[in-house]
C-alpha cells in the first residue's frame, strides 16, 4: 500500500517481543489477552506483517501499556527519523 | 481481528484530518506525498478502516510528524486509558 518499506513494522516486532518475554507471557498467552491470533503476534514480531492500528491497540492493551509507548519504543529501535 | 471496538481508529482518522488541513493539503495531494490512495486515506479519516502501521508511517512522513506524534494526539482525542 504504502510506497517503500516500513522502518517501523519490523521495529514494532521487536518491541512486542520484547515487552512480551519482559511481562513473563508466551505468544499464545498474549493472543488470549488480546484477542489476537497466535500466528499473527508471531507474524508481527518477526516484522512478517504492519499491525493494524486496531492490533496495536489490542496488544498495547494486553501489555499494559499506551499504543504511543508501543510506537516510541519501535521507532527508537527502528533508528526513525 | 482484536476483539472489542477500536477507541484508538476513528480517533487517529481525526487526527490525519486535523494535521492535513492545518498543512493546507488535500486529501489527494496527502494521497500523492505518502503513497497511499485518497479513498484509503478518506476512509482512514472517517474512521472506517483502521491503518496499518506502514500506513500509520506513511502518513507521518507526508506530514512532517513521527508515527507516535499522531498516535499520542489519537489518543488525546479517544480519551484513550
Known sequence: ???????ISPA????????????????????????????YIGDVERGLKSPSLKAVEALARALGRKPHELIVRAEQLSGWR
Open 12 to 39: 514494532f516486532g521487536q518491541a512486542v517481543r520484547e515487552l512480551r518475554i519482559k511481562a513473563g507471557l508466551s505468544q499464545e498467552r498474549l493472543g488470549e489477552l488480546s484477542g489476537l491470533h497466535r500466528t
Open 1 to 7: 500500500m504504502a510506497k517503500g518499506r516500513s522502518l
